[in-house]
């Protein structure tokens, strides 16, 4: 059996010094005042008392309550004063310690003149029993059930390696139960990385130690090498007329001479690049062969001529990825000029030659988007013509793709009536260009040398077998080409 005893008094608390394990302390006005209201039983066996003269302990172990009772009213410990001191230890009631000022003396309360400081107010006691003989009773909380995160595996940027040819993919793990197992292997930690090949993808098997799994899909990765090529190696590939008609069967043209041959590339902050002169070029090639530029001959020469001045450039830049001129054969009297899309180009040819006793000069100046025309007979400009570049082809030169030009067949045939003093020249389609559609002409020694419309009419300088020249461009901007050699009657 056991118990604690309470006492509510008025007045202010001091806190006492504690001593030893003494905790539960309260004080009174008197001995009298305490033992006064204690209702002790006989199970109480243990109290002590000391007063300050000697600190003299006395043991009321053996004593029974009535004893001790009547020992403190009736006279031993019964004139105590208020400078005496008391401490009362329930929870150990063996031990009372003399510690002086501990009581708090009579007299008028300054919080209440009516109640004296120190008056006990009320007490009681709490007993409790300790059964040892008593059925357990067990407590038992369950236990709650840790909630395991959701497996997942979160992907970084892909890391492609030094020669392109495959790349990595860092992974970070999250929740689940280490350790890990990545595509069957245990891993240490919760990071790995995946090796793929460029161009491809795949699928990672993540699982860990409870048997959760989750399939990762690695989506395909090109790696490609950083480029370095101007304007991001997106070029223009297009194409133009050539600044001579190819001779006609048995014509024969004499070169004479290159006024002019100059090539001006110019890069994507405008600065000039390249300013040479490609005369001697030109002239050079041409004047092989006796100055003698044939139908037999002419394509050669061109080849030759465009071989010579894409070489020299390449040279001068050190690049020949920056600018060349190609000439095809098989699509006639047509040159192809590439270069790149932010840079921009002029090309100035200016030549004579010969042909049955008539002087004739042409000049031709290309750029990045159109050549303009300029033709004299006998040192008369007769005529002045511009027209756009075709048949353009998208490049790129850093991944090597390529978008292709529109080109369509619709030119059937060319036909010629009338005479030098008045001709008519008209095509035949099939199927139709459509409504929309753009013709150019170029009829060699004819007078207009250059027509925009569908059917060419005017006069030639001479009877004979001459070159026309037809190029059909559709509003779609897909163009097809023909040259024909027709006979003009006298």
């Not at 350790?179 to 990385?193: E, H, L, M, Q, R």
């Not at 004479?256 to 690049?273: D, P």
Request: glycine fraction near 8%.
């Amino acid at each position: 059996m056991g118990g604690t005893f309470i006492i509510v008094y008025h007045g202010n608390y001091t806190p006492p010094n504690i001593i030893g394990n003494i905790r539960d302390v309260f004080i009174a006005n008197t001995i009298r005042d305490v033992f006064a209201n204690v209702n002790l039983t006989d199970r109480d066996k243990t109290l002590i008392i000391a007063n300050l003269e000697g600190s003299i302990n006395r043991n009321f172990t053996s004593i029974s309550t009535e004893n001790i009772t009547n020992t403190i009213v009736g006279g031993t410990f019964n004139n105590l004063t208020p400078a005496d001191g008391i401490v009362f230890n329930p929870s150990n009631p063996g031990i009372i310690f003399p510690r002086p000022g501990t009581f708090i003396p009579r007299g008028p309360s300054p919080d209440d003149p009516e109640v004296e400081t120190g008056i006990v107010i009320a007490d009681f006691y709490l007993p409790y029993l300790c059964c040892s003989d008593c059925p357990p009773v067990q407590y038992i909380l369950p236990e709650v059930p840790v909630q395991t995160e959701r497996l997942a595996v979160s992907q970084g940027a892909p890391q492609c390696s030094q020669d392109n040819s495959s790349f990595n993919v860092p992974c970070t793990i999250t929740g689940g139960t280490p350790p890990y197992i990545v595509n069957g292997n245990a891993i240490g930690g919760s990071t790995f990385t995946q090796t793929f090949a460029s161009g491809q993808g795949g699928e990672i098997k993540v699982g860990d130690s409870t048997g959760q799994e989750t399939i990762v899909s690695v989506a395909p990765h090109t790696c490609v090498t950083p480029c370095d090529k101007p304007c991001g190696g997106e070029a223009l590939r297009c194409r133009y007329l050539l600044f001579m008609s190819k001779p006609a069967p048995n014509n024969r043209v004499l070169y004479e001479f290159t006024e002019v041959a100059r090539l001006i590339i110019t890069n994507e902050i405008g600065q000039v690049i390249f300013n040479d002169s490609v005369q001697n070029i030109v002239d050079e090639i041409l004047s092989a062969n006796n100055r003698s530029i044939s139908n037999a001959n002419f394509d050669n020469k061109i080849g030759s001529l465009v071989k010579r001045i894409n070489d020299f450039v390449a040279e001068k830049l050190g690049d020949a990825d920056i600018f060349r001129i190609e000439y095809d054969p098989t699509q006639g009297a047509i040159i192809s000029i590439e270069h790149y899309a932010c840079h921009t180009f002029e090309l100035d040819i200016m030549i004579g030659y010969i042909q049955n006793d008539i002087n004739v000069q042409v000049r031709a100046i290309y750029n990045q988007d159109k050549v303009a025309f300029q033709v004299r007979v006998n040192n008369q400009i007769t005529e002045e013509f511009e027209m756009i570049k075709f048949g353009c082809t998208q490049l790129n030169k850093c991944n090597d793709s390529i978008k292709e030009d529109c080109q369509i067949t619709v030119i059937k045939d060319i036909n010629a009536e009338g005479n030098s003093e008045k001709y008519s020249i008209s095509p035949s389609f099939s199927p139709s260009p459509g409504a929309g559609a753009k013709f150019f002409w170029v009829m060699e020694w004819g007078t207009p040398m250059f027509g925009t419309t569908e059917k060419m009419e005017g006069t030639f300088i001479m009877p004979g077998f001459v070159q026309a020249r037809l190029l059909v461009i559709d509003a779609q901007g897909c163009w097809d080409y023909s040259e024909k050699a027709i006979q003009i009657r006298g």
